[in-house]
Nanobody
Framework: QVVLLESGGGSVQAGGSLRLSCRDR????????MGWFRQAPGKEREMVAR???????RYADFVNTRFTISRDNAKSTLYLQMDSLKPGDSAMYYC??????????????????WGQGTQVTVSS
């Protein structure tokens, strides 16, 4: 059973915005290390942004202030606000939680709970 449910993906033109949401259906993981990852066809999965339990955030270099990760613990939901989207941002976006480690990581292999993904397509 999928416990992380992403939504908010879609098709936009370059320069547009999307807000992705990831709801933790079990109200268990939103307090863990959580992150957004993406994977384009033929490419490796890569971290986009992640947040730690103390609220610290970290972004991939390619984000360059365009995206904002946030979490609402009361709603058990993780968000990714994406602005100034580029065609290169087109990918399947996944949220994930790492419940097995005390420190958070950019490495997607460390994340053990995954959603099914939401597709983002940016046209030029």
């Amino acid at each position: 059973q999928v416990v992380l449910l992403e939504s908010g993906g879609g098709s936009v033109q370059a320069g547009g915005s999307l807000r992705l949401s990831c709801r933790d259906r079990e109200y268990r993981y939103v307090s863990s290390c959580m992150g957004w990852f993406r994977q384009a066809p033929g490419k490796e999965r890569e971290m986009v942004a992640r947040t730690q339990t103390d609220g610290t955030t970290r972004y991939a270099d390619f984000v360059n202030t365009r995206f904002t990760i946030s979490r609402d613990n009361a709603k058990s939901t993780l968000y990714l606000q994406m602005d100034s989207l580029k065609p290169g941002d087109s990918a399947m976006y996944y949220c994930a939680a790492d419940t097995a480690h005390l420190t958070c990581s950019d490495d997607h292999h460390r994340y053990n709970i995954w959603g099914q993904g939401t597709q983002v397509t940016v046209s030029s």
